[in-house]
């Protein structure tokens, strides 16, 4: 039962730290809190049930396009708004709105396409088997979710980390005027950051829609909140926080729901981000920041 | 006169929603008008409907105490977060209350007092149309006479600049506390007034979703003044009937009309600045005003 809980939260808390680690990006870099994240993350999702249905594709291939789709729609969202705003250096409340327009219009755009009740994937695309160890069920499926979350974590930690552009893009965060007087071409990594922001959210939809088979066009309110409740946990635009905290808030979820009640589940992670502003505002591993006069 | 009373039975609940619809925009405007980004309206304005709806149906209190009532908890609900929310400020302001809110929302759901998921059934419909009248006039010339007061001048000022307002000796603190409190009462007036001609309330109406739609509505017609978020919350209550053609799409509008707002109209429908512009269309832009 505890194994079994464990392997649960820790596909959860993956998923969580995936799309966390998307909003936290779009923040550390952007200065944007993007609240329209939640419903490209449910675009994610049909996206890939989509692909699958009309073109038959396999499964991995189905959640590439996926994160193209998304991706390009992230680049989208940040050439026709975002862009606009930060030439007219707009207070960073507007942008914040402007993005809560695009979630509402994708949300009620995904209901007319495809209509308001649950979609699910075919079973045939699923990958099947089951590993019994012990008396712990392991699915595949919980497998293939865990390792693909890792992998593109992985990825995006060793650019961030290792490569010139993660550095660039860390100089951005700093600040991003003495990024561009240092000859970094801002607007083009505005612009990146936004594609990949957005991909890596439509995988999270693609993944959660695979792990419970259930997609509906809401299914991007709820992760929203959860998404900031992490990156508020973990310090806004933390990449080491979102994934911890992502992780730790699955855990705290479905071991909430398993021995305390399964309403209280949902709360925990409200009533947790609204411990840590009291106490941290800057979250567990953020730095204090100096307030700007 | 057959056809106004048609026309009543018809619309009646639409234009009772127009006038609690103002009362919220303008809940949001009180802190919109110092810079504080509270989405605390929708969850004040949800304690609010359910504090007077369980008076009414448990203890048959009479309309009037209700209603205090509905003002009064919210109230105090808002000075005990206040302590510890109102430290904070810009994005750090608009998660802490979103998270009340949700926190909110969650209790009333698992509540059996509030009936949880289904909600409340069987509210009298003790609301007049003259109440929400006499509410919403009471409270618009007490806007008006704040903002053109000593308090009305000091929020400008903290909006412009917390540092230097609190530079000048302004209270910041007493009067971000004070539009905070006050943005619950007025919500929360809005909810009793509100759980009173609709029969009925359920958790579902005070979410995430509820506290965007109020600060869509202060955003749509514009902040700067009292009739912005009173044309806003107008416009955004009539639409749908007005879209009742496109059907599903018809969300998808509200979200457009938000993007281009912020994109093509930063000061909202309403900016007084504009229309004089209008008339004098030969001044140079950007000149003394």
Redesign the interface.
Same mark, same amino acid.
């Given at each position: 039962m505890l194994e079994q809980q464990l392997i649960n939260a820790l596909t959860l808390g993956c998923v969580y730290a995936l799309f966390a680690l998307g909003f936290t990006l779009v923040f550390g870099v952007l200065e944007v809190i993007n609240l329209s994240h939640g419903a490209v993350f449910m675009a994610g999702s049909y996206a890939a049930l989509s692909v699958v249905e009309k073109l038959n594709t396999p499964l991995w291939l189905a959640i590439l396009i996926a994160m193209l789709i998304c991706g390009l729609f992230g680049l989208l969202v940040d050439v026709l708004i975002l862009k606009p705003l930060r030439a007219r250096n707009a207070p960073h409340l507007i942008p914040m709105i402007a993005t809560i327009g695009v979630g509402i219009f994708l949300t009620n755009v995904a209901q007319g396409l495809f209509g308001a009740e649950i979609r699910r994937f075919p079973e045939e695309v699923l990958p099947a088997g089951e590993f019994v160890i012990g008396e712990v069920h392991l699915r595949a499926l919980e497998l293939a979710i865990v390792a693909i979350a890792f992998v593109l974590m992985a990825v995006l930690f060793v650019i961030l980390k290792r490569t010139q552009l993660g550095r660039a893009l860390r100089a951005i965060a700093e600040s991003p005027k003495a990024a561009y007087l240092l000859g970094i071409n801002v607007e083009g990594l505005f612009h990146l950051t936004s594609f990949v922001a957005a991909a890596l959210g439509g995988a999270a939809g693609v993944l959660i829609g695979l792990n419970f088979n259930a997609i509906t066009p809401f299914m991007g309110q709820p992760i929203l909140h959860k998404g900031i409740a992490v990156i508020i946990l973990g310090g806004m635009g933390d990449i080491r926080g979102a994934l911890i905290g992502g992780l730790f808030l699955g855990f705290a979820e479905v071991f909430s729901k398993g021995y305390l009640s399964s309403q209280m589940g949902d709360a925990i992670a409200f009533g947790l981000l609204f411990l840590i502003l009291l106490v941290r505002p800057s979250g567990l591993f953020g730095r204090v920041l100096e307030r700007k006069a | 006169m057959e056809w106004l009373d048609t026309f009543w039975s018809t619309y009646n609940t639409l234009i009772y929603t127009l006038g609690v619809h103002a009362l919220l925009a303008l809940s949001i405007w009180l802190t919109l008008s110092c810079g504080l980004?509270s989405m605390a309206n929708a969850a004040f304005m949800g304690i609010g409907a359910y504090v007077a709806a369980l008076l009414t149906l448990h203890f048959e209190t009479p309309f009037p105490l209700v209603l205090a009532a509905a003002a009064l908890v919210p109230a105090i609900v808002a000075l005990i977060i206040a302590i510890?929310?109102l430290?904070?400020s810009?994005?750090?302001l608009?998660?802490?209350t979103?998270?009340?809110g949700?926190?909110v929302r969650?209790?009333i759901?698992?509540l059996d007092i509030t009936g949880g998921p289904e909600g409340l059934n069987g509210i009298p419909q003790s609301t007049q149309g003259w109440h929400i009248a006499l509410i919403l006039a009471a409270t618009i010339y007490g806007l008006f006479r704040m903002k053109r007061s000593r308090v009305g001048r000091a929020l400008e000022a903290i909006r412009e600049d917390e540092?230097a307002a609190r530079l000048m000796g302004i209270d910041v603190d007493r009067h971000k506390l004070f539009v905070f409190t006050l943005g619950a009462v007025i919500a929360g007036i809005a909810g009793g007034l509100n759980a009173h001609f609709t029969f009925f309330i359920s958790p579902r109406e005070y979410g995430?979703?509820n506290a965007?739609d109020i @600060?869509?509505m202060a %955003?749509l017609g514009g902040t700067g003044t009292l009739i912005g978020p009173m044309l806003g919350s107008s416009i955004l209550t009539l639409l749908p009937e007005l879209l009742r053609f496109l059907?599903?799409?018809?969300?998808?509008v509200?979200?457009?009309? @938000?993007?281009l707002v %912020?994109?093509f109209l930063?000061k909202g429908l309403w900016d007084p600045q504009r229309f004089k512009g209008w008339f004098r269309p030969q001044t140079r832009e950007g000149g003394v005003q």
């Open positions: - | 980004l510890p929310v430290r904070l810009g994005v750090y608009a998660m802490a979103l998270a009340f949700e926190v969650i209790v759901l698992n540092v995430f979703e965007v @600060l869509t %955003v059907n599903d799409y018809r969300g998808a509200n979200g457009l009309i @938000l993007i %912020v994109l930063p």
